[in-house]
């Protein structure tokens, strides 16, 4: 497992520099639309539409660059990346948030109702009636248990992670335009001691520092409109959630790839003990070609 860890931390350098000009693109497009953009009319409903494919576009982009960098695929074509970013989104990205709700909101509630029943009542209250008037000034009481809070769904976000991480491999390598077709459960589960104990590592640890450090500074911010460019601590917070990315995609490229060499060690391993190991290099490289052939004709 620590093998799988130092791979990782030596990837996430090269996944990062292949990602910078995505970041600042995204950054500056982001940018201009939060400073120009003022009629909340126009904002919010671009926001919401706009703010999950933007980010599984993100996070497709970096599991991509982690396999390109491992030579594990090549160029995806626009169309097959624009149906795997939606396919993303819509399984992989779902799935991981579902498993890290279902296990962080029962401890949230429990917690809040230990510390604080009456932000608890209120919050219940808020989210059933659907009144957002007064949700800044609600949501802002979570401000001394945050800590708390964070703890839950960085470590409930680690294991989800740790389940999914390969099959997010899969789906970026499906993106490539010539590659081996995956059933879309290929993948989950594999290699999640290690991708779990990678977002212990950079989910969970990080989000200690973070939490006080932005606990005594969330009575500065002021939410107004229009929105103001980003503080000191956003900025932080960012350029760690973009270092936190390039490590965890780097995981899930590793993951995959690794799944992929069990596959076919495993593959191996059945024909030496069907035909002997003196025609399974052979047959399987002749398996591999045909395979291949298969593939491109198909395509």
Known sequence: MLWFQLR?????????????????VAGFAVYLFV???????IFWPVILGFYPPFLAFLALSAVRAGLVTLRATGAPSLQSLYQMMWYFL???????IGLSALAALPFSAYVLRTLDPELLQEIFDMITSFDLSDAQRTFGKLAPYTLP??????????????ITGG???STAASAAGRTEAHDRFWGYGRDMPGLTLLGLLVLVLPSIPV??????????VEIAWPLTPATEALTIILAYLGGAL????SGAALAYVRGKEEDVRRHVEEVEDMIGPQHAGTDIRALREARQARNHISR
């Not at 390039?246 to 995609?249: G, I, Q, R």
């Open 167 to 169: 099959a997010m491999g």
């Open 211 to 220: 939490s006080l450090y932005l606990v005594p500074r969330l009575g500065e």
């Open 246 to 249: 390039c490590v965890l995609a």
């Open 149 to 162: 809070l964070a703890l839950i769904w960085t470590t409930s976000l680690s294991i989800a992670f740790g």
């Open 35 to 41: 400073t120009r953009v003022e009629n909340p009319v």
């Open 8 to 24: 990782v931390l030596g990837l996430a350098p090269l996944v990062f520099i292949r990602m910078i000009p995505v970041f600042l």
């Open 90 to 96: 819509r399984f992989n990205a779902n799935l991981s």
